[in-house]
């Protein structure tokens, strides 16, 4: 197996190798090749991660620089403990706009080695920019505590690990569940806010629906 900083030689000598006029008359074609192959020496070559995927045929995002299907991707601390795993049956990466789109998102956490929460969606959009996760479509966020959350579309801070929403989402913790609009939470679902509840059942009754007259 090539090792970057071999493959990273090579490309530099190859490069030194071609005179002024060269460089001049093909600048942008070379900007390009590399470009493409450090990107891939990224997702594939980077220490400390390890990332499986094939190319994608028939492309439902348009204007991609690089596209995989049946994307993997694990991250691993300076420990060698693993911090968390992504999956995506597609995946387009947008490199001028620093943005990386997935489809059929799987996403888990974890904390020294152990789960924490895994987080599935329709679709997922990561901007490495601002560092923001934006789902949308069939989200299900399952925590190692047994809370859940169901949204239909959701905001996740992967530097401040916080989650939001301004849509209908759905919590199920201890034993209640709870309705509403509009979410404020941790990762975990150990600190959560719904700005504005529509329902609380527990042992199925809601104390939430207008009491009928007796």
């Not at 000598?13 to 074609?29: G, M, P």
């Not at 694990?74 to 049956?89: H, I, N, R, V």
């Not at 399952?142 to 801070?157: M, P």
């Amino acid at each position: 197996m090539i090792s970057f900083g071999n493959l990273y030689q090579r490309l530099r000598k190859f490069l030194q190798s071609l005179d002024r006029e060269t460089i001049q008359k093909y600048r942008l074609i070379l900007a390009a090749v590399v470009g493409v192959s450090l990107l891939i020496l990224f997702f594939t070559l980077a220490s400390k991660k390890e990332a499986k995927y094939t190319r994608v045929e028939s492309e439902r995002e348009t204007g991609s620089t690089i596209s995989f299907r049946n994307f993997k991707r694990d991250q691993y601390d300076e420990q060698g403990k693993l911090l968390w795993k992504l999956k995506a049956k597609e995946s387009f990466v947008f490199v001028g706009e620093g943005r990386t789109v997935f489809y059929d998102i799987d996403f888990e956490q974890f904390e020294d080695g152990k789960f924490k929460s895994a987080l599935v969606g329709d679709k997922g959009e990561i901007n490495h920019k601002t560092k923001m996760m934006l789902l949308n479509g069939n989200i299900l966020l399952k925590t190692d505590g047994n809370r859940i959350l169901r949204a239909k579309s959701l905001e996740y801070n992967t530097e401040t690990k916080k989650v939001s929403s301004d849509e209908e989402v759905i919590i199920e913790a201890d034993g209640t569940t709870i309705r509403g609009v509009g979410l404020r939470a941790d990762k975990d679902l150990n600190k959560y806010t719904i700005l504005r509840p529509t329902a609380v059942t527990h042992g199925g009754s809601n104390p939430l629906s207008p009491k009928k007259n007796r």
